[in-house]
């Protein structure tokens, strides 16, 4: 079994900052594709990053310029540096990670349990 694990979001002000943190754990052989998804209340999920294990990334508009996505391969942790925050930021946001388990060919597509980021005066 592979977990992904978030962390970090919570109630910020308009213009702050939030960094989201997410851990793969279990019988990992190598990991892929790593990305940060949102969705906010009666709206469907959405991309806001990603990025390639050779470092590539990937960006929603609606995020480019304020958001970084960034991974630590060794840690098998992705992160999400939110700058600028706006109160259309306002989302569950949920970590997917492509991954290989040890001792099997497949390729795997897992998501994290999501962690809530209000921005709000």
């Known amino acids: 079994q592979v977990r992904l694990v978030e962390s970090g979001g919570g109630l910020v002000q308009p213009g702050g900052s939030l960094r989201l943190s997410c851990a793969a754990s279990?019988?990992?052989?190598?990991?892929?594709?790593m990305g940060w998804y949102r969705q906010a209340p009666g709206k469907r999920r959405e991309l806001v990053a990603t990025?390639?294990?050779?470092?590539?990334?990937n960006y929603a508009d609606s995020v480019k310029g304020r958001f970084t996505i960034s991974r630590d391969n060794a840690k098998n942790t992705v992160y999400l540096q939110m700058n600028s925050l706006k109160p259309e930021d306002t989302a569950v946001y949920y970590c997917?990670?492509?991954?290989?388990?040890?001792?099997?060919?497949?390729?795997?597509?897992?998501w994290g349990q999501g962690t809530q980021v209000t921005v709000s005066s």
């Open positions: 997917n990670a492509d991954y290989l388990i040890t001792g099997r060919a497949h390729t795997y597509n897992g």
């Open positions: 279990g019988s990992i052989f190598s990991i892929g594709s």
């Open positions: 990025i390639l294990s050779g470092g590539s990334t």
